[in-house]
């Protein structure tokens, strides 16, 4: 089975100050892990993929293997990457599993 | 490429109607998925379908729900005998093919709204 926790639904920062959403996840085999974000009603857009290893609008993530986690940074928080972010995994291909989502908010 | 295109983008029914949610994934891609967001949580898989088969459907409720996704035509998700637990944004999401190495693109959903 293949699960993604998010253990923070709603983050608030200042703008300037750094960033981190946290991703766990639990997977037997090698998993294909994402991040997605979605601004206000939406669609979701790719945010960043851990096997491309780039850098999009600022943000970063690091497979961590042994701790089971993809968490999602960015040195200085904007105010418009104010959104709803989610973490996901593929495990074997088939379709991606989310998390619950973090809400983002970036005070002025 | 238009992307992938979902109608209606909002959906009013009465308890107990029907409710037909339409996904056209972009060209080229064979593979569709739906998910739905219930108010306040995150997006639960639903069903994975490629043309005219339904590949994963351990997501869906087992009653009331159905998809399809035929030969020619958009993928349909449909809803028997709606009820209030059912309101929620509805996603569809397309890849050319498996997940796995590829990129999956959404659409902008459909909210569904039982009164």
């Known amino acids: 089975a293949q699960r993604v926790t998010q253990p923070e639904k709603l983050l608030s920062v200042f703008k300037g100050a750094p960033v981190e959403l946290k991703c766990n996840y639990s997977?037997?085999?090698?998993?294909?892990l994402f991040w997605y974000v979605q601004y206000s009603r939406q669609r979701l857009q790719l945010l960043l993929r851990?096997?491309s290893r780039e850098s999009i609008k600022g943000f970063t993530a690091d497979l961590n293997k042994g701790e089971t986690s993809f968490h999602l940074k960015k040195p200085f928080a904007q105010e418009e990457d104010s959104a709803m972010y989610y973490c996901?995994?593929?495990?074997?291909?088939?379709?991606?599993?989310f998390g619950e989502g973090t809400q983002l908010t970036v005070n002025p | 490429n238009a992307g992938v295109m979902q109608n209606p983008r909002h959906l009013v029914r009465r308890r107990g109607q029907e409710a037909r949610l339409r996904c056209s994934p972009m060209?080229?891609?064979?593979?569709v998925y739906w998910y739905r967001q219930l108010p306040e949580e995150g997006l639960k898989f639903m069903v994975y379908?490629?043309?005219?088969?339904?590949?994963?459907e351990s997501g869906m409720p087992k009653e009331r729900f159905s998809a399809e996704f035929p030969k020619e035509g958009p993928s349909i998700l449909r809803i028997q005998q709606v009820v209030r637990g059912d309101s929620a944004a509805y996603f569809c999401?397309?890849?050319?093919?498996?997940?796995?190495?590829?990129?999956?693109?959404f659409g902008e959903g459909s909210w569904l709204t039982v009164v």
């Open positions: 999401a397309s890849s050319p093919r498996q997940v796995s190495g590829n990129t999956i693109y």
């Open positions: 997977y037997s085999g090698s998993p294909e």
């Open positions: 851990h096997i």
């Open positions: 996901a995994l593929s495990g074997g291909g088939r379709w991606l599993t």
């Open positions: 060209k080229g891609h064979s593979h």
């Open positions: 379908l490629q043309k005219e088969n339904i590949i994963d």
